[in-house]
C-alpha cells in the first residue's frame, strides 16, 4: 500500500502544519466527546466510511487503548466540567445483546479508572421497575437504574449525577425526558440517528479532507470519498430503483474514468445504504446499475428497514473501497478507531471470515481482533495498522461530525421527541 506510505511521509514533513490545522478546528467547533470511525484501506486510497457518534464496541479495545482512553476523557473533562465528580451513563436496551453490556461495563471501568463516580441510567417509559440487572458477555452483571426527571433535574434511586453521558443513538425518536435539563449531556441527545444523515457527514469530511489535501500537496482523491444522496427511494417501486439504478450507473462511469486516469486496474463498485442508521443494517454493494433494477426480494428486504424497524426512504450511493487488509487466516478485515474529542484513542480489527474484500464487514459472522500500536507489525506482511493516515482521517472524520453537531442544533434539533 504504497500511497500510505508516501502519506505517512507528507504527514511527518507537515506535522506542524496539520497541528496548526487541527487546533484550529477543534478550537472553533464542537466536536463530539467521543466517536467511532470505520476506515477502507485499499491498494490505491483510505477515507472512512462511517462515523458514530455514540460508539458501543469500548469493549473490543485492548488495554492499553483502555488506559489511553481512561486519560483522554479525564483530560476533556477536567477542561469543560472541572466539578463533575459523578458520571450517568444513559445506554442502549439491548437486553439480549450481552456484546452491548461487556461494552457499557468497560466504559463504566474507563471512567472509574481516572475516579469519576458511575452508574448507569435506563430512559424507557417500558422499564417500569426501579433498577435491573444485565449479564456482560464476560459474565459479570450490570446494574442499570430507572431514569426519573424533576425540576428539570435528572436522577436516579442511586445517583443523582453532575453529567448524563449518552451511549444511545436514539435511531427512532429523541427523549423528552433528556431535553432542558440542568445537567450537562455529551454528547447531545438532538444528534442521535433520528437527526443525522450520512450525505451531510460526509459532505463535512469531504471538505475538510480538502483542505487537508492542499496542506499536505497531496491528490485529495486519496483520502476524500465520492457519496450522492437519493431522497424519497422505496426499492419495493420499481420506479424508484430506475431512479437509483441512474444514480448508481453515472457513479461508475465516472468512477471507472477515475480509475483509467489513475492506471487502477480494477472495476469499480459502490455501497447503497440507508442514509441513517447504524449497525450495518440496510446496506447492498452493486458494480452495475442492472443490479439495483434487477434487484431480488432478499435484497429488497434488507434495504427496507434499518435498526428500530425505521422505514428506509433516503438512502447514499458511495465509492466502494475494497479492503487490502487480510489476516493470516485469509479473512478479510478493516481498522475502527475510537476517539475522544478529536485524538485517537486506540482501536481494534473489524474481520469477517465469510465476507470478501468488496463486501460489508459490519455484517453477520464479524469477529473483533486486536489492534496493535503505532510502529507495531500486524498480520503476516509487517503492515501498519495505527499509522499516522489512519490516525487523521479519523480525526477528519470525528470534526465533520462535529460540524454535522453545529448544523443540526442550529436547526433545532430533535424533530421528533418520545415522551
Not at 424507557?124 to 435491573?132: G, K, P, Q, V, Y
Not at 509487517?382 to 477528519?396: D, T
Amino acid at each position: 500500500m504504497r500511497h500510505i506510505d508516501e502519506l505517512n511521509i507528507r504527514i511527518s514533513e507537515n506535522r506542524k502544519k496539520i497541528e496548526s490545522w487541527m487546533k484550529g478546528k477543534t478550537e472553533k467547533e464542537y466536536i463530539p466527546l467521543y466517536s467511532s470511525v470505520d476506515v477502507r484501506v485499499s491498494n490505491h486510497k483510505l477515507a472512512p466510511v462511517d462515523t458514530n457518534i455514540f460508539p458501543a464496541g469500548f469493549n473490543n479495545l485492548s488495554q492499553p487503548f483502555r488506559d489511553r482512553a481512561s486519560g483522554l476523557f479525564r483530560e476533556y473533562f477536567l477542561r469543560k466540567y472541572p466539578k463533575v465528580k459523578s458520571i450517568l451513563i444513559i445506554p442502549e436496551l439491548h437486553t439480549r445483546n450481552p456484546f452491548y453490556w461487556e461494552n457499557i461495563l468497560v466504559l463504566k471501568s474507563i471512567l472509574e479508572k481516572v475516579d469519576y463516580e458511575v452508574e448507569v441510567g435506563i430512559v424507557s417509559e417500558e422499564f417500569d421497575r426501579d433498577h435491573a440487572s444485565f449479564q456482560s458477555q464476560s459474565g459479570a452483571e450490570v446494574e442499570a437504574y430507572k431514569v426519573k426527571k424533576e425540576d428539570n433535574r435528572i436522577f436516579t434511586s442511586k445517583m443523582s449525577p453532575d453529567l448524563l453521558l449518552i451511549n444511545n443513538d436514539f435511531s427512532e425518536k429523541c427523549p423528552k425526558t433528556l431535553k432542558d435539563i440542568v445537567q450537562p449531556v455529551e454528547p447531545p441527545v438532538e444528534i442521535g440517528w433520528h437527526t443525522r444523515r450520512k450525505s451531510v457527514h460526509f459532505e463535512y469530511y469531504n471538505k475538510l479532507a480538502d483542505e487537508v489535501s492542499t496542506l499536505l500537496g497531496i491528490d485529495p482523491w486519496i483520502i476524500t470519498i465520492d457519496t450522492v444522496a437519493v431522497e424519497g427511494i422505496d426499492f419495493d417501486n420499481p420506479g424508484d430503483r430506475e431512479r437509483a439504478a441512474e444514480v448508481a450507473d453515472s457513479m461508475l462511469e465516472r468512477l471507472r474514468k477515475t480509475y483509467r486516469e489513475k492506471g487502477i486496474p480494477e472495476d469499480p463498485y459502490l455501497f447503497i445504504k440507508s442514509n441513517s442508521g447504524t449497525y450495518g443494517m440496510a446496506v447492498i454493494s452493486v458494480s452495475d446499475g442492472d443490479e439495483v433494477r434487477k434487484l431480488n426480494a432478499e435484497g429488497r428486504k434488507r434495504m427496507r428497514v434499518s435498526k428500530g424497524g425505521k422505514p428506509v426512504r433516503d438512502i447514499v450511493i458511495q465509492e466502494g473501497i475494497p479492503t487490502a487488509l487480510k489476516l493470516e487466516s485469509g479473512a478479510s478485515a478493516e481498522p475502527v478507531f475510537y476517539l475522544v474529542e478529536a485524538e485517537v484513542a486506540g482501536g481494534f480489527l473489524r474481520v469477517n471470515k465469510g465476507k470478501d474484500d468488496h463486501e460489508n464487514l459490519n455484517t453477520k459472522g464479524m469477529e473483533f481482533s486486536p489492534m496493535p500500536g503505532e510502529g507495531e507489525a500486524a498480520g503476516g506482511d509487517g503492515r501498519l495498522i495505527f499509522s499516522p493516515a489512519h490516525e487523521l482521517v479519523s480525526c477528519i472524520a470525528s470534526i465533520a461530525a462535529g460540524y454535522e453537531i453545529e448544523a443540526i442544533l442550529r436547526e433545532g434539533g430533535c424533530k421528533e421527541e418520545t415522551p
